[in-house]
T-cell receptor, first 115, second 109 residues
Framework: KAGVTQTPRYLIKTRGQQVTLSCSPI?????VSWYQQTPGQGLQFLFE???????NKGNFPGRFSGRQFSNSRSEMNVSTLELGDSALYLC??????????????FGPGTRLLVL | LAKTTQPISMDSYEGQEVNITCSHN???????ITWYQQFPSQGPRFIIQ???TKVTNEVASLFIPADRKSSTLSLPRVSLSDTAVYYC??????????FGGGTRLMVKP
């Protein structure tokens, strides 16, 4: 079974631009979560989507948004990019969000550099 | 949300057993404990998960005491390739998972 895939793997943008990152979960997985990882803040939860609905949201400004499609693929968007948005953005999928014991499987991440 | 606390870093030598302890004092009844390994510029990789007592798989063991307020990841006979950051997470159904700061393990020859 193919793992979680993320595109693009690397991205360079300038301040003020916007960016869209894509995540394809493992086949059959319906929950997709997004994380931001920076050297200073570590891994921080952004949001989780299940059945095309945002179920949980971390403490990030409204410039960060996401959506999920009917095939469970997810996108996240960051508008008005700031230098501090430079990070590794990770996507993770799991089968559902209703089973107590579930493992999240992570993709390779998208490395975003904001200049 | 259950907050986790781990040592920032640990050093070991090849062939030794490494034990990394994570504290999670306010773990909820339906929370599971999961450990991930991460190499630079890669996504975290699942190592092991447990609820109570002891869990063992082909790469690690996880020890969880009865009060579940801590857990210990045990890596037997580490090699240089085990040099990575190890994260302890707690979470359950419908709950967002919280990553702690992680433990940077350095395995020396």
């Amino acid at each position: 079974k193919a793992g979680v895939t993320q595109t693009p793997r690397y991205l360079i943008k300038t301040r003020g631009q916007q960016v869209t990152l894509s995540c394809s979960p493992i086949s059959g997985h319906r929950s997709v979560s997004w994380y931001q990882q920076t050297p200073g803040q570590g891994l921080q939860f952004l949001f989780e989507y299940f059945s095309e609905t945002q179920r949980n949201k971390g403490n990030f400004p409204g410039r960060f948004s996401g959506r999920q499609f009917s095939n469970s693929r997810s996108e996240m968007n960051v508008s008005t990019l700031e230098l501090g948005d430079s990070a590794l953005y990770l996507c993770a999928s799991r089968p559902t969000r209703t089973e107590i014991q579930e493992t999240q499987y992570f993709g390779p991440g998208t490395r975003l550099l904001v200049l | 949300l259950a907050k986790t606390t781990q040592p920032i870093s640990m050093d070991s030598y090849e062939g030794q057993e490494v034990n990394i302890t994570c504290s999670h004092n306010n773990i909820a009844t339906n929370d599971y404990i999961t450990w991930y390994q991460q190499f630079p510029s890669q996504g975290p990789r699942f190592i092991i998960q447990g609820y109570k007592t002891k869990v063992t798989n082909e790469v690690a063991s996880l020890f969880i005491p009865a009060d579940r307020k801590s857990s210990t990841l045990s890596l037997p006979r580490v090699s240089l390739s085990d040099t990575a950051v190890y994260y302890c997470l707690v979470g359950g159904a419908g709950n967002m998972l919280t990553f702690g700061g992680g433990t940077r393990l350095m395995v020396k020859p």
